[in-house]
């Protein structure tokens, strides 16, 4: 039997390149991608094709879509995983900062669906796979302009489910918890491009170090949430692993806004109040 193709984007490491596994067990053939190919050179086996692919450029993504399509003739799995992080305050990440973390977290998704759509359309099956994040639904002060990134996925991905479901191709919402990866040391580095502006200074140093101590689920558990949605027979819209995390969501259903705010400034040690500046 001929292999299905999966295309992963952001491969190179974490949980790109823990899916990029687990699907090769599951049987596929995968082209794992990342900007910088060299990041993909631990990715062997005669199931794994690595290539170049930036997100960020389009003719990048369609040369290499192309190709891909060129040697195996289909392409039959996509998974939108290249992101960026970033943490500050709403008031204190640069405008151009902003443009390049939409850049890669939402318009790369895009390039790569518009690159990919015709191909799944042609072949009246398919199935696209957006990682998104539960902080699209439990924003923590500090994280806010990523998390606009990812509810900006996740109302594009319901979107795209409705328009190509026709088609036979189906789309699946993933939204990881804490991952323990290398993502999170790039996440508080992010805070060094930034004005730190004294009156947010308590809000700096807990961001930085939430989830720098190891806590959450293993890339080997994430990508075993994502095979299982993948192999599913009817792949589920919107998958949240692990699946206790439900349990939050439910949770905070019975919470009016205020409510959960004072949980998430809790979980950071985020005074109420801060005092006056000096010389105001």
Request: glycine share 10%.
């Amino acid at each position: 039997m001929t292999k299905k193709i999966a295309l992963v984007t952001g491969a190179g490491g974490g949980l790109g390149s823990e899916i990029t596994r687990q699907l090769v067990t599951a049987g596929y053939a995968v082209c794992a991608s990342d900007i910088d190919i060299e990041k993909t050179a631990h990715l062997e086996g005669p199931d794994i094709h690595t290539l170049a692919i930036d997100v960020t450029d389009m003719d990048s993504v369609e040369s290499g879509v192309a190709g891909v399509h060129e040697v195996h003739g289909r392409i039959d799995l996509l998974i939108n995983n290249a992101a960026m992080p970033q943490l500050g305050a709403i008031e204190c990440v640069p405008i151009e900062t902003l443009r390049l973390l939409f850049d890669i977290n939402v318009i790369g998704y895009g390039r790569m669906l518009q690159a990919v759509l015709p191909i799944m359309r042609a072949q009246r099956s398919g199935h696209v796979v957006n990682v998104s994040s539960t902080i699209a639904r439990t924003v923590l002060p500090g994280f806010g302009w990523y998390a606009a990134t990812k509810r900006a996925v996740e109302g594009m991905s319901d979107a795209l489910r409705m328009e190509v479901s026709m088609f036979g191709i189906d789309v699946t919402i993933i939204e990881p918890g804490l991952i323990a990866t290398p993502f999170i040391a790039k996440q508080s580095g992010g805070l060094a491009g930034i004005v730190q502006l004294d009156d947010y200074a308590a809000l700096h140093e807990p961001a930085a170090a939430f989830g720098m101590q190891g806590e959450g689920s293993t890339p080997a558990e994430i990508a075993a949430g994502v095979i299982d949605a993948v192999l599913a027979s009817r792949p589920p819209t919107r998958c949240v692993i692990p699946q206790s995390m439900t349990k939050r969501f439910d949770a905070q259903r019975e919470l009016d806004d205020r409510q959960v705010d004072e949980i998430m400034r809790g979980m950071l040690g985020l005074p109420a109040r801060v005092g006056a500046a000096p010389n105001r």
